[in-house]
């Protein structure tokens, strides 16, 4: 068996000179690009519709739309502890996730949305790890430092920090 296997791989079925390049033809080319552009905007979509739900409920809420409002605050519920106190308010109501989650939403959807600017769409590498690990250091010294009663951070030190990791996370989802 192992000789049948080692057979395979050092055998070549035809002559070099039968090789065909990979190169993918102008059509296809054209093709490619035109799936990614739709598939990044499809993502920038869901981004912009994500960041206008978590605004939507307060104002639902503030103008009597408790049933949509609730709706939403319940969705986001799964991924945020939605604590009025360390959340944004409008219409006097919380967003519908704190300000460190809508940070992230927030840098997500910036993110996406300026992707095409920074990398081409055609592109399916994503850039280094370390990239992600260092955009996450200000969110992490932020709640750290919170946390351990250091120093205390406001809603506009959660958001900032978490949008900088929001934008770069961004990077690493686009390309799939």
């Known amino acids: 068996m192992s000789a049948l296997i ?13 090789y065909v390049p990979q190169f993918v033809s102008g059509e296809e080319s054209a ?7 739709g598939a990044w905007l499809m993502a920038a979509t869901w981004a912009l519709l994500f960041v206008g739900a978590i ?36 219409g006097g109501f919380p967003l519908a996730v704190c300000a460190r989650c ?3 939403y927030v840098g997500g959807a910036a993110g996406v949305l300026f992707y095409p600017l920074a990398r081409g769409l055609t592109r399916r590498d994503a850039p280094a790890r370390v990239w992600l690990l260092l955009a996450a250091l200000p969110t992490t010294v932020d709640f750290a430092l919170g946390f351990f009663g250091v120093w205390e951070n406001t809603h506009l030190s959660r958001f900032l920090t978490a949008v900088l990791l929001g934008a770069v996370a961004a990077f690493f989802i686009v390309p799939g």
């Open 6 to 18: 080692t057979h395979h791989f050092l055998y070549m079925p035809a002559s070099i000179s039968n």
């Open 31 to 37: 093709r490619l690009r035109r799936a990614a552009w």
């Open 55 to 90: 605004v939507l409920a307060p104002w639902a809420h503030a103008h009597g739309h408790t049933f949509l409002s609730q709706v939403i605050y319940n969705g986001f519920s799964a991924a945020c502890h939605q604590m009025p106190e360390r959340s944004f308010h409008a």
């Open 102 to 104: 809508f940070g992230l």
